[in-house]
């Protein structure tokens, strides 16, 4: 007799993205303790020595609540149940701009980032859900952000040189629930998951549920789907739009970048805006903050010329066309 079939899930998914890895190196489970971390632990510890491969596991205590160094220390103790070692938890300070949930998202990754470069990770997994990408694609279309943010999370990251994964993100969350309850494991339930004062919890809640009344089931697995096919889609322009800058960009002393206006402005526009945002973000612009209506406005330097004098950007830039270029530089 099998497993559970939500565990087989589970496993299946850790299994696929640990085949495609490099031989050696040991991979790391992110595990905040929540039913889907906890899920892709338990399957990491299961499918790992199968493989021939080392896994540890890593929590990371945010020290947001009250206790949470004790629940790290849970969490420890359960990955190395569970057979993974190392097991550690990483105590963080939470602060800087951008809000609470960024800051901390900020905290973790770098946190994550020094324990895979000190243990010499081959990856370090990522516990989001089908759920959480429905949920990253509904935020998108509500702030009118374009294919790059409507294509959700990637599966496949780097960052600082260390190797993202995301194996479940074609999992659903009540799987991975079920995957723990059928392995024995009591995940902890965050109560910042259930605070409706975050954005987040609003769209898993109540926008989600609402949809799903609506229109029927099955909307968090069409906005999932949508966002591979729109990733593919964005992949392919960010592919042109790299090979354009690459042909347009100059040198002007003085300027931190600069692209010529001759054959910019015959580019189609979703390889233009791009274009723009590449040269922009080169210059210092912070990609945070360089928001469309910022690019619109450079657009508008190569495709409605009237004589404008510059456009202010992000970072304490500006963008000017002057003798066939566009420079970008600051004030």
Known sequence: MGPDPAVAAVRLAVRRVLADLPEGGTVLAACSGGADSLALAGALAFEAPRGGRPAGGVTIDHGLQDGSDERAETVVRTMAG?????????????GGPGGPENAARDARYKALDEAAERLGAAAVLLGHTQDDQAETVLLGLARGSGARSLSGMPPVFRRQGVLYLRPLL???RTTTRRACKAMGLEPWDDPHNIDPAYTRVRVRHEA?????????????????????????D??????LAARAYADLEVREDGWNTAV???GLAELPRAVRTRVLRMAAIKAGSPPGTLAAVHVDAV?????AWRGQRHVDLPGGLRAVRRSGRLLFGPV
Request: glycine share 10%; hydrophobic share 50%.
């Open 82 to 94: 569970l057979g993974l070692d190392p097991a550690g938890s990483i105590a963080v300070t939470v």
């Open 260 to 262: 010529r206006l001759d």
């Open 170 to 172: 074609g999992i659903a």
């Open 208 to 232: 989600l549920p609402a949809l799903e009344k609506t229109l029927g089931p099955g909307v968090a697995e069409a906005l999932a789907r949508t966002a591979g096919m729109l990733r593919d």
């Open 234 to 239: 964005a992949d392919a322009l960010d592919d």
């Open 299 to 303: 657009d508008r330097l190569v495709t």
